[in-house]
């Protein structure tokens, strides 16, 4: 069984982080059942950007490497905390010890950004929210190849530009995890055409 960890800071986006939840578990349920997904968080309750709580799994001190073979991450809202919570050392180390351990990183959006501060995607291609400049340049100035693309993967690591290509990354990341034949098998029942 392939183990998800989907990683939770204050302000995430819930759209980003549900397709996550419905990619996994329409595999889990529909598809070859080898996914299964866990939450996590530096609280037990996470508010999401619009003000939605949702309790996890795991507290981010909870957790043991070796139990994973993927970490996901939803971007948010700055106004709402994101950076103050994601940019936290817990978090950054959790996404270095993933990384460290060759393991599946998938991030959405803004959440390009805190690879980035995490220091793992230095002098990789990556991307991120393309509808306001200043975020790009954010993630430029952690030496980071920012590439004008959807969705861009650089290894064993996947950043997207913006809500839109949510679904796209959580079904890329399944294929890589199970198999083109799999994902493509997700993506037909749950009615979505590849971008």
Not at 66 to 73: G, K, P, T
Not at 85 to 103: A, C, G, Q, T, V
Not at 159 to 168: F, G, I, K, V
Request: aromatic share 10%; glycine share 6%; net charge negative.
């Amino acid at each position: 069984m392939k183990r998800i960890l989907l990683l939770l800071p204050e302000g995430f986006e819930f759209l980003e982080a549900s397709v996550f939840i419905d990619v996994f578990g329409w595999n889990l349920v529909d598809g070859d059942g080898t996914t299964k997904l866990f939450t996590c968080g530096m609280t037990k309750e996470v508010t999401s950007a619009f003000d939605q709580k949702l309790i996890v799994d795991y507290l981010i001190e909870e957790i043991n490497m070796d139990d994973f073979d993927a970490l996901a991450i939803p971007g948010g809202f700055e106004q709402c905390g994101y950076y103050i919570d994601s940019f936290k050392e817990p978090i950054l180390n959790l996404i270095r010890e993933f990384h460290s351990k060759d393991k599946w990183i998938a991030s959405v959006c803004v959440a390009a950004i805190v690879l980035g501060r995490s220091g793992i995607l230095k002098g990789k291609k990556a991307t991120t929210y393309n509808m306001n400049p200043e975020r790009q340049a954010m993630l430029s100035k952690f030496d980071v190849n920012v590439v004008q693309e959807p969705i861009v993967v650089d290894g064993k690591i996947i950043t997207s530009w913006n809500p839109s290509t949510a679904m796209d990354v959580a079904l890329t990341l399944l294929e890589f995890l199970t198999s083109l034949q799999n994902a493509a098998y997700i993506r037909e029942i749950m009615g979505f055409k590849k971008i």
